[in-house]
């Protein structure tokens, strides 16, 4: 009974140190959530005056502004909302990876021997293949919510109190 209860105390309290209690859904009216982003994702946003994507990891959620590179962005300032599948990602860069690796010992042994030409058409054709494979799968990992396309932000805040 006292083991039980003193793992329950320890549970109340670790979940009391929980940081990322604040939660970002990005939806479309009508649709299930797009995606869900918490404190510390990796994004790139845009705002409805700038040319650029702004990289960086989010510091903080707001009801309405979003933190990002100790930047405060308001929510009516942000025109999109982009995000990246690792997973996907990591595979386009090894498949680019694994082109460029190919090609160069192919290159390098045929230099080696003193063999030409330096680089079949068939090595040349598939190493480019694999590179643009690659960049292809790498561009298929993002996913990009644009505000003018319908999608808008609700802020989740597990933190907040909610009394009657």
């Not at 670790?14 to 859904?25: C, D, E, G, I, N």
């Not at 990876?97 to 190919?102: E, I, L």
Request: charged letters at 20%; proline letters at 2%.
């Amino acid at each position: 009974m006292k083991r039980s209860l003193s793992f329950m105390i320890v549970l109340v309290c670790m979940s009391t140190l929980v940081s990322a209690q604040q939660y970002l859904y990005i939806k479309k009216k009508g649709e299930m959530p797009a995606e869900r982003l918490s404190v510390h994702d990796v994004i790139k946003l845009r705002t409805e005056n700038g040319d650029d994507w702004i990289k960086g990891r989010i510091q903080a959620i707001a009801k309405e502004s979003l933190t990002l590179n100790d930047q405060v962005f308001p929510y009516q300032n942000i025109e999109g909302i982009r995000t990246y599948n690792s997973l996907v990602k990591v595979t386009g860069t090894a498949i680019w990876g694994a082109g460029v690796f190919f090609s160069s010992i192919a290159f390098i042994n045929r230099l080696a021997n003193g063999d030409a030409p330096l680089l079949r058409t068939g090595q040349i054709i598939f190493g480019t293949s694999m590179v643009a494979g690659g960049a292809l799968v790498s561009w298929m990992a993002r996913s990009t919510y644009r505000t003018s396309k319908g999608y808008y932000f609700e802020v989740i805040d597990l933190n907040e109190s909610y009394a009657p």
